[in-house]
């Protein structure tokens, strides 16, 4: 018994928690990704549902949600590191100054690889709608907003910026690719249950058998992406955001110009160009899209 009792007053030690953190920082970081996030999710839930009734609940708290892995990231990273490890972080959040290539890349190259996903799908092309008025003003404004609070600013300080490297520490590329995919993957569970992924009252539980398998590996797939990109540009977790806001504006921006259900009503669009970019970088990489800190950033 004194035994049981002394470890027991071990673990409930002051500080204690501190040092269970270091000791195991990627597990708290997504233990606090998911909990912040899942949380968070409950009300645009119960809104999608009829439960509560103010619309502005959904918006707000579907922002406020996506913050969980860069409010974990910062929490871990603060008792882990103190303060250089949060001003590291910061530091890699603001590295722009990368390559011009990678610029075109995100920007360009992107893009026009969704397009291409898109228009080679079947029925896509006859049912273009043509571009609406001041399309390139309306889109270039739902850049911003998206890159602020559509997702990418709340998500990749915490994906790239503190998962990714430490599981690139642990285990080879597509080992710590398919740990991050799988988990970047399941913390949007809670997006099933609303429109965001085609989920509500009407649906039921239906997108969980119908749109998450492709998902899944749609998501696998970027995971590589961002994992050669990150990697090629010494760890920039600026370009990670404007990668992830570059997905998820043009989506936005182009899909409504396609819509057939083919396009509209899965992740097809993208999951072919995806995966084909990720085994093209998988093939020419050998599987290791290494990372050297002293690598040039123009490289």
Same mark, same amino acid.
């Given at each position: 018994?004194?035994?049981?009792?002394?470890?027991?007053?071990?673990?409930?030690?002051?500080?204690?928690?501190?040092?269970?953190?270091?000791?195991?920082?990627?597990?708290?970081?997504?233990?606090?990704?998911?909990?912040?996030?899942?949380?968070?999710?409950?009300?645009?839930?119960?809104?999608?549902?009829?439960?509560?009734?103010?619309?502005?609940?959904?918006?707000?708290?579907?922002?406020?949600?996506?913050?969980?892995?860069?409010?974990?990231?910062?929490?871990?990273?603060?008792?882990?590191?103190?303060?250089?490890?949060?001003?590291?972080?910061?530091?890699?959040?603001?590295?722009?100054?990368?390559?011009?290539?990678?610029?075109?890349f995100v920007l360009l190259g992107m893009p026009a690889l969704m397009l291409l996903g898109i228009i080679i799908l079947p029925g896509a092309l006859a049912s273009y709608r043509?571009?609406? %008025?001041? &399309?390139? /003003?309306?889109?270039? !404004?739902?850049?911003? @907003?998206? #890159?602020?609070?559509?997702?990418?600013?709340?998500?990749?300080?915490?994906?790239?910026?503190?998962a990714l490297p430490r599981l690139l520490q642990r285990y080879d590329a597509l080992r710590a690719n398919l740990i991050l995919g799988v988990l970047w993957t399941f913390w949007?569970?809670?997006?099933?249950?609303?429109?965001?992924?085609?989920?509500?009252?009407?649906?039921?539980?239906?997108?969980?058998?119908?749109?998450?398998?492709?998902?899944?590996?749609?998501?696998?797939?970027?995971?590589?992406?961002?994992?050669?990109?990150?990697?090629?540009?010494?760890?920039?977790?600026?370009?990670?955001?404007?990668?992830?806001?570059?997905?998820?504006?043009?989506?936005?921006?182009?899909? %409504?110009? &396609?819509? /057939?259900?083919?396009? !509209?009503?899965?992740? @097809?669009? #993208?999951?072919?160009?995806?995966?084909?970019?990720?085994?093209?970088?998988?093939?020419?990489?050998?599987?290791?899209?290494?990372?050297?800190?002293?690598?040039?950033?123009?490289?």
């Open positions: 018994m004194n035994i049981s009792a002394e470890s027991d007053h071990a673990v409930l030690k002051p500080g204690n928690w501190r040092q269970t953190m270091r000791q195991h920082p990627l597990f708290f970081f997504f233990l606090l990704a998911y909990t912040i996030s899942w949380i968070l999710s409950i009300p645009a839930i119960l809104f999608e549902w009829g439960i509560l009734t103010n619309a502005a609940l959904f918006y707000i708290f579907f922002t406020v949600k996506s913050f969980g892995p860069f409010l974990a990231a910062l929490i871990v990273t603060y008792v882990t590191g103190g303060k250089p490890g949060v001003l590291e972080l910061r530091r890699r959040i603001r590295m722009w100054r990368t390559g011009w290539q990678w610029y075109a043509g571009l609406p %008025p001041f &399309f390139l /003003a309306s889109s270039f !404004t739902s850049f911003v @907003l998206i #890159f602020f609070s559509g997702g990418p600013l709340g998500e990749e300080p915490g994906w790239r910026g503190f949007h569970l809670p997006d099933f249950l609303t429109s965001a992924q085609g989920g509500g009252p009407q649906a039921g539980l239906s997108p969980f058998y119908t749109r998450l398998p492709i998902f899944f590996l749609m998501v696998l797939a970027l995971t590589f992406i961002f994992t050669w990109v990150f990697n090629r540009t010494s760890g920039s977790v600026f370009i990670a955001l404007l990668l992830h806001t570059t997905i998820n504006a043009f989506a936005g921006a182009a899909l %409504p110009l &396609f819509p /057939a259900p083919i396009v !509209t009503d899965t992740d @097809l669009p #993208f999951l072919i160009p995806m995966v084909a970019l990720a085994f093209l970088i998988f093939l020419f990489t050998r599987g290791k899209p290494g990372y050297s800190s002293n690598q040039d950033q123009d490289s």
